[in-house]
Nanobody, 122 residues
Framework: VQLQASGGGLVQAGGSLRLSCAAS????????WGWYRQAPGKQRELVAD???????NYADSVKGRFTISRDNAKNTAHLQMNSLKPEDTAVYYC?????????????????WGQGTLVTVSS
């Protein structure tokens, strides 16, 4: 299983970007999608996540500005980022809890995509 993230770039403050993450491989189902970010000199932090049941969770710093969504048929997730601020500058990583076949049964593994850089200029 692989996660491929895309959509990062340079944007002015107040602008928007849409990140996407596609999962590929022998996937039975994806329980949780998450987006994390890591700014220079800081720890990686959760930005938003969404479960297969449809619940979503956002970091306080992005509530009202970011929206996480998922397309179960395409095994993809998106992060729509509006009203971007310079403090949103970071490398963004997608994460997924994926159920795969294993030894005649199934098991859930945690996967990470490669980071995609988001730079917001003031």
């Amino acid at each position: 299983v692989q996660l491929q993230a895309s959509g990062g770039g340079l944007v002015q403050a107040g602008g928007s970007l849409r990140l996407s993450c596609a999962a590929s491989g022998s996937i039975l189902s994806i329980k949780v999608w998450g987006w994390y970010r890591q700014a220079p000199g800081k720890q990686r932090e959760l930005v938003a996540d969404t479960t297969s049941g449809g619940s979503t969770n956002y970091a306080d710093s992005v509530k009202g500005r970011f929206t996480i969504s998922r397309d179960n048929a395409k095994n993809t997730a998106h992060l729509q980022m509006n009203s971007l601020k310079p403090e949103d500058t970071a490398v963004y990583y997608c994460n997924a809890g994926i159920i795969v076949t294993w030894m005649g049964g199934s098991v859930e593994y945690d996967y990470w995509g490669q980071g995609t850089l988001v730079t917001v200029s003031s």
